[in-house]
């Protein structure tokens, strides 16, 4: 019999690659979903079960002897700004989805070996150039308190047995969609560069080790806690852009002072853009991890070449 693994945000950018991964390995796949009506059931290992986001109502029976769940759900943080309305329901989302798994788990009479808990590096706020090893402490910021709101939200299944690890995930970069999506457009238009100085780190990671990870991580029973996922090349928001411009065939000479986006509302654009966050992934690559694309010139040549 199959091994069972429920995911919230299974339909995400993330989730929905991590769900093909799974079945590819033989896993039964539930994913939690407002409208299971409306997803397409051509996978048999797949199928789907309608929540509301906020309790285990209606999908917590398939938490008995599950296997795993894996916590993806939250309101995307892109936008045009964060107005004090959006982050309430960035916030919201995450804290009530986490609740929901904790309340599940809690209700279970036989409970699942292991809660995969998303987050972010957000969690380390912008550090200038010191090296960020999960041992470091939480961050100042909007991102820094919701990635440890986050993460603690589910943090009650240890005490119940079950093996609890936590995934700071960095910029995912992908063929389509997400982070790459959106800064190859201005090098089309032979208007790329840099945002701000240039000198701020950024931690970035590709999909496949993304996904990769975290089913190296489901799967290896000793491994718990905090894991950084961010790709072992570390660089500067400058050398991201010039290798970025290099993979496309195009110049990186634009430069955007950063105070242009400061205008946007809210804290986003000093935490998203002009933010310094060298992010290494010590525990992953010491316990024997190994990536498919450590270096960003290879990861983005393998997602542009389609």
């Given amino acids: 019999m199959s091994r069972k693994v429920i995911i919230t945000g299974g339909t995400g950018f993330i989730g929905s690659h991590l769900t093909g991964l799974l079945a590819k390995k033989g896993y039964a796949i539930i994913i939690l979903t407002r409208d299971p009506g409306k997803k ?70 036989n409970k699942p070996e292991v809660v995969i808990q998303g987050s972010a590096s957000g969690f380390y706020g912008s550090r200038g150039d010191t090296e960020l090893t999960e041992n470091c402490g939480q961050g100042d910021g909007f991102l820094a308190d919701l990635a440890m709101e986050w993460e603690s939200s589910t943090a009650p299944v240890k005490d119940m047995g079950v093996r609890h690890v936590i995934i700071r995930t960095s910029l995912v970069l992908a063929s389509s969609g997400g982070f790459l999506s959106l800064v190859t457009i201005p090098f089309k238009f032979f208007v790329g560069g840099h945002v701000g100085s240039g000198t701020q780190w950024m931690p970035w ?41 290099k993979v496309m065939g195009r110049p990186s000479w634009f430069h955007l002072p950063g105070f242009l986006f400061q205008m946007l509302p809210g804290e986003m654009a000093d935490e998203l853009l002009l933010s310094s966050a060298r992010v290494v992934p ?10 498919r694309f450590p270096h960003l010139e290879n990861a983005l040549q393998y997602s542009l070449s389609g």
Wanted: hydrophobic content about 35%.
């Fill in 40 to 109: 397409n059931n051509e996978t048999p290992s797949i199928s789907y079960a309608k929540w509301d986001g906020k309790t285990s109502t209606g999908w917590g029976h398939h938490v008995d002897g599950s296997f795993a769940i894996i916590n993806l759900a939250g309101e995307s943080i892109a936008g045009p700004g964060w107005t004090a309305s959006k982050k309430e329901k960035i916030r919201r989302s995450r804290i009530n989805a986490g609740n929901a798994v904790l309340e599940a788990v809690r209700n279970s009479k």
């Fill in 205 to 245: 990671i590709h999909l496949e080790d993304e996904i990769e990870a975290i089913c190296w991580l489901l799967e290896n029973k000793k491994s718990s806690g905090i894991y950084n996922l961010a790709a072992p090349d570390q660089l500067r928001s400058r050398e991201f852009f010039k290798t970025l411009g």
């Fill in 282 to 291: 010590s525990r992953l690559t010491g316990e024997g991890f190994q990536f």
